[in-house]
């Protein structure tokens, strides 16, 4: 990569941290209020959403500060970097198709529904695709890849066996029954994986921009 398209990658990382960060943060204050903070903080980080967006804003975060710090080039590292870009895409679809039509936010609540959901999402894609090196992603990183939605499946019905809160009515185990969900979870996978796998075709694609 050049100086000066390293340079502007830098600079772009910056805008997605920048906005990233403020809303899950915003987000976070929303919640605060309805119930102890240990409370919401567990049900603050059982959506996907948000962990899909704190993973976006650590490696954006990641790339804009630089440094040799290994937690900072572990998240550079390509796969990981790819994998943001698959969890965001699929916040972005699964809520733009199947959930924003379930509630209608007003006020704060809208800024950062439409910031995680929407915003975060087309500047993190649009800065994996034109301002980061590719190549090196390989066709097991889509299976790899698919270990965070299966261990956030496992802590959602774990937590919801407990507390018998879900976060997403496709997930809602009391009110659906396990076949339902599982079958619901199973599409959403599918997903990942095709989604998944896409991006590494694009990133293949990418190879000799």
């Not at 502007?8 to 941290?17: C, G, H, P, Q, T």
């Not at 967006?53 to 500060?65: G, K, S």
């Not at 390509?78 to 994998?83: D, E, I, K, N, S």
């Not at 915003?119 to 301002?131: K, N, S, T």
Request: glycine share 6%; hydrophobic share 60%.
């Amino acid at each position: 990569m050049s100086p000066r398209k390293a340079a502007i990658s830098n600079l772009f990382a910056i805008v997605v941290a920048a906005v990233a960060w403020p809303a899950l943060l915003l987000q976070y204050w929303l919640m605060f209020w309805s119930a102890s903070p240990g409370v919401v903080t567990v049900r603050f980080f059982s959506y996907f959403t948000i962990l899909s967006n704190v993973l976006v804003a650590l490696v954006a975060a990641a790339a804009a500060t630089g440094g040799n710090w290994k937690p900072l080039r572990g998240l550079r590292r390509p796969a990981v970097r790819g994998l943001a870009a698959l969890c965001i895409a699929v916040t972005c679809l699964v809520y733009a198709t199947v959930l924003q039509g379930q509630w209608h936010p007003l006020g704060p609540q809208l800024v950062a529904d439409r910031a995680l959901h929407y915003v975060v999402p087309v500047l993190y894609l649009a800065w994996w695709v034109f301002l980061l090196p590719h190549g090196e992603l390989a066709w097991r990183d889509a299976a790899r890849w698919l270990l965070f939605p299966f261990a956030f499946c496992l802590w959602t019905f774990a937590r919801g066996s407990v507390v018998h809160e879900y976060p997403y009515p496709f997930m809602d185990v009391d009110r659906l029954g396990y076949p339902a969900v599982l079958l619901n979870s199973c599409i959403v996978g599918a997903l990942f994986l095709v989604l998944g796998a896409g991006l590494v075709a694009v990133d293949r694609a990418l190879r000799n921009r």
